[in-house]
Every structure is written in C-alpha cells, then in structure tokens.
C-alpha cells in the first residue's frame, strides 16, 4: 500500500478535507489496485456511518421534453427538430404520482426540459396538489427560474430542487451552454442555498477537453457549497447535437468521482445514475452503492413517453413499466445487502458545513 495514498484515505476518512492536488491523487488511481480498492472501501465506510445502509428511490416523472435551451450535448435541445415532442397534462401527471406513491416512492422527481408553458402557476398548482394527495417529498427539476419564482415554488411545498452545474470550470461551461451563462448558474445555486429548500446539483464525467483538476474542483465546490446532493454521471453522446461524435465518459472514473465525493461530503446524498447504469447495465449501480452511493432515480414516466425524453442514446430501463423497474431495483439493493429507504430520505447533516 502506497504510504502517500494512505494517508490521503486517513485524512478524508477522519477529516473529510483534502488539499486539490490529494483529490487529483486519488482521482488518478489505477483500476484493481491495492490503493484503489482501499480508496473505494473508505467511501463505502464513510457511506455506512454518515447515511446507513439504506438506498433511497426517487420515482422520476419527466413531464415534458420541450426546451427553449441548446445545450450541445443534449439531445432534447431547442434545434433538434428530430425530437418528438410532448407534454403530459396536469391530470395525468396527478395519476403517475398517485401510482408511483402506492408503489413505496416517498419522493417523486418532476423533471422536464425548459418549457415556458409549464409556468410557476401551473408548477405550483402540480406540487401543492401532489402533495396534498400523497404523503411524498418534491424534487423539482425545471432549470433556471428568477429568484422570486423559485421563492413560489418553495412556499408551495417543494422539499428539493434540482439544478445541474454540469461543470464548475466557466470555459468547459460555455462549450456545453452556448446560450447560457456560467455566473448566473452559479449565482442561482447559492441563491437557492439560502432558502428553504434542499439543493441538489451535479456534472457529467469525461467531457471532451475535462481534465482531472477540474473534477477534483467540481468536487471542491460542493463541500463549499455544502450541497444536499450531488448527480455525477458519465457524459454520454447524443446523435443530433454539435457533440454527437465525442467519447462517451467511463464507469471507473465515474465511480471514482462518486468516491471522493463521498469522502469529502459525506452526509449528503449521492445517486447511481441512469446513465451510470446505461453504460454498464449489468453491474454499474451495484458498484456504486459500494463506493458512495445512496440514492436510485427509477422512471416512473409512462412508457408511451420515456424514450422521447432522450438525453442521450439507450437509456438503461426504457423498456420496464414502473412495476418492473420497482421490483428490478429492489432486488439490485437487496443484492448488495442493503435495504430501500423508507422515509422520505431527506438530507440529516451531521458534519458541520
């Protein structure tokens, strides 16, 4: 055991507090290593004290695939006329979330392109009457709002709300967001870290020009931030975006950003991406859950729906109904000799920020 990694793992685990160039150290490990293993068993350590072992489900309803964005890796993005389009009405959405909530969900994830249709009348009215229906918690996930409207949205009840960073480097940002600017992102986050709310935010891993450092950052940023949770998935290309011909990102640096995450955050909730899954559907959120993991997303969308909500190509489960997709990720937990939360899976800080 290499005596620098050694005692790197020593001050994460102890002191949750790394130098950059100690996360880029550990970044950097090489797969079935002696130190990678131990790197991934400190994470699953600081998993079991800080959050137990129980694995929290958030049912996630994608309500609509309209964008007014053009994200260049995104493959429901405002130029891409390919797309079919649609929006579920408020009626039907009330009925996913009734079912999802009988299926054990005790948190529903509205999640949708930016669509200026759904307005925050409309979104106030999905949340207040969900949750007057249904014992459950709210995620929402609606992209950049104005502070006042994100301030309606909590008054009406949302427990959570979602907002992905992608990148904290400004420049690989603007590559990503050609008409969407850096600072107002992450003006908007601390905004919300103010306020009432639970705040979720998250990157993709192996985008073209990403370097180590530049995770090592990300990762820097949520322990400044001090976020509730953090979605950190493999970049995977989407056909009919500017970024169709890159590389997809890979599990193992994937599952090492989750690691070192857990590490250095290590009571706020860390999920087993769909795309995580996507990429190795045989044993990717197994392996998480090992490394820092604690939270699953399965989709509840309607299957007439949930393959065009395509972000990218060969979504993992796109063809389960929600009683499958249930049962499947109830048997990967109990695999793994862990159990499904059953409460509402709400973030218990018990480091100071």
Known sequence: ????????????????????????????????????????????????????NYIHLRGLIEFSNYCKRNCNYCGIRAKNTRVHRYRISEE???EIANKAAKLGYRTLVLQSGEDPYFTVKKLKNIVKTIKEKNNVAITLCVGE?????????????????????????????????????????????????????????????????????????????YQELDVDMVGQGPFIASPDTPMAEEKNGDVFTTL??????????????????????????TDARQRAFRCGANVVMPNVTPQKYRAFYELYPDKACIGEDSDECRACIGGIIASCGLEVGRDFGHRIKKTPA
């Open 256 to 281: 090492k950003v989750i690691a070192a995450t857990r590490l250095l955050c290590p009571d706020i909730h860390i999920p087993a991406t769909t795309a995580l899954a996507t990429l190795s559907i």
């Open 92 to 94: 039907e959405i009330f």
């Open 1 to 52: 055991m290499n005596y620098v990694i050694n005692a790197i793992l020593q001050k994460a685990e102890n002191t949750h507090r790394l130098e950059l160039e100690e996360i880029i150290q550990l970044l950097d490990l090489e797969e079935n290593t002696e130190e990678q293993k131990a790197f991934f068993s400190a994470a699953d350590r600081v998993r079991e004290k800080y959050v137990g």
């Open 145 to 221: 709002l104005s502070h006042s409207d994100y301030d309606e949205l909590i008054q009406a009840g949302i427990d959570r709300y979602l907002l992905r960073i992608e990148t904290t480097n400004a420049e690989l940002f603007k590559q990503l967001h050609p008409d969407d600017d850096f600072y107002t992102r992450m003006e908007l986050l601390r905004y919300l870290k103010k306020k009432n709310v639970q705040v979720g935010t998250g990157i993709m891993i192996g985008l073209p020009g990403q370097t180590t450092e530049m995770l090592a950052q990300d990762i820097l940023f």
